[in-house]
């Protein structure tokens, strides 16, 4: 739509943030793709146990994607120009609200795949069509006024469309937790890693991506928001 309604060059500069963020989505598919399995064993012998699986899971799919959508707003320009030049500084826009986006789309995708699971596909089917036609409708008006800008604040309004619907019916399936007690510890760290991006603008953005993953590690771990058996997981998970 992009293309049709503003042309190439600013369907260029929306492509060059979208690839960004395609290479990211493996990250929830891993995750889905380990959990999904057992989810549709657990929904049949033991919905208390299905209940932690998924707890756990969106859980470290919200520690994983919260650094990554503030880091990247943080860094956007820096990023844009070390992978595509000064021609694409322009998309480094559409990348901070971009992200977001792909943050939304790690906790959906769990959860849609929890409906699938537990046998509520035509939920997950529903939401996503009607996430379409939002996205449609909202780019005819948003690409008129604000081009590529327009098409990736549509997106990310879709997303968390989406993922509102999810969480919302899987509460009422039973599978309800605080998240803004869960986020606690995920945002102290993101906080401090936020701090680290500052104070090293100086520094080439590979420097800067390094520092900042190290610190909000290290933070998550000093504040016990990955426990000691998670730590073990990852370990054997990074072994294979």
Known sequence: MISIMRGAAETGLYNASYRLLDALYFIPAAVIGAVFPAMSRLHISSKTVLQGLYKKAFY?????????AIGAT???ERLMHFMYGSDFLGASIALKILIWAEAAIFL???TGHLMNATNRQLVFTFTTAAAAVLNILLNLYMIKVWGFLGAAISTLITEFFV???????ARKSGFSFNVLRMALRPVLAAITMALVIFALLQFHVLIIVIAAIVSYFVVLLA?????KEELSLAKSFLKR
């Open 223 to 227: 504040v016990k928001g990955i426990a």
């Open 163 to 169: 993922l509102a619907v999810l969480i919302y019916f």
């Open 108 to 110: 959906s995708s769990l």
């Open 60 to 68: 470290y799919l919200l520690v994983l994607a919260l650094p990554m």
């Open 74 to 76: 943080l860094v956007a």
